[in-house]
């Protein structure tokens, strides 16, 4: 089964995403993650790629998209994926179809966990002591949600017309959240 996780910064994606990698034996494929591997380990890459992500913007979906193309064609976590942080625009979404399709594989359900900004900004602020991540301050965080609005509608609208969204309050407590999606999950794997 593959799931795509999607939502605004501070949704709880990386959260929710761990918790499922333990409960169905998924494997995680978070391109933030990655990205800033890459800032991380001064690679070519990162160095073109940190102003753009500690400014709040996205990074090009030619980036991403070479990315999890290496992922998504490994053999080892086929069919068992779960996709946070991508596709985050309409392009990218069309493009990892084409690229499951590709390697015989799809899309068995999203996940869109929502969240208000209000909550994203109390969230960032607190994931900021324990994570130290560069763009986890308030201004950057309200860009970033600002980013997610402008290109979400798009994703979203695309996955409903698929018949693939399943919507969750992130709001809700953790562990309310956890058995909510686990519930939606079980009942597509039947
Ligand atoms: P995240 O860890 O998912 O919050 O991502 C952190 C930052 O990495 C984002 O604000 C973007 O700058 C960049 N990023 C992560 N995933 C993507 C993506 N799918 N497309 C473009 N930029 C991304």
Request: cysteine-free; aromatic content about 4%.
């Amino acid at each position: 089964m593959n799931i795509v996780i999607f939502g605004p910064p501070g949704a709880g994606k990386g959260t929710q995403s761990k918790f499922l990698v333990q409960k169905f034996n998924l494997n995680q494929l978070s391109t933030g993650d990655l990205l800033r591997k890459e800032i991380k380990n001064n690679t070519d890459l990162g160095k073109k790629i940190s102003s753009i992500i500690n400014s709040g913007e996205l990074v090009s979906d030619e980036i991403v998209g070479n990315l999890i193309e290496k992922f998504i064609s490994d053999e080892k976590v086929k069919n068992n994926i779960i996709f946070d942080g991508y596709p985050r625009t309409l392009n990218q979404a069309k493009n990892l179809e084409e690229l499951l399709k590709k390697n015989n594989q799809k899309i068995d359900i999203v996940l869109k966990l929502s969240v208000s900004l209000e909550i994203v900004k109390k969230r960032i602020s607190e994931r900021k002591n324990q994570e130290k991540r560069a763009d986890d301050n308030e201004e950057i965080a309200i860009k970033r949600y600002k980013t997610y609005e402008q290109s979400s509608a798009q994703v979203l609208e695309h996955y409903k017309q698929l018949n693939l969204l399943k919507i969750v309050n992130g709001e809700a407590s953790i562990s309310e959240i956890n058995t909510e999606i686990s519930g939606l999950i079980e009942a597509i794997k039947g």
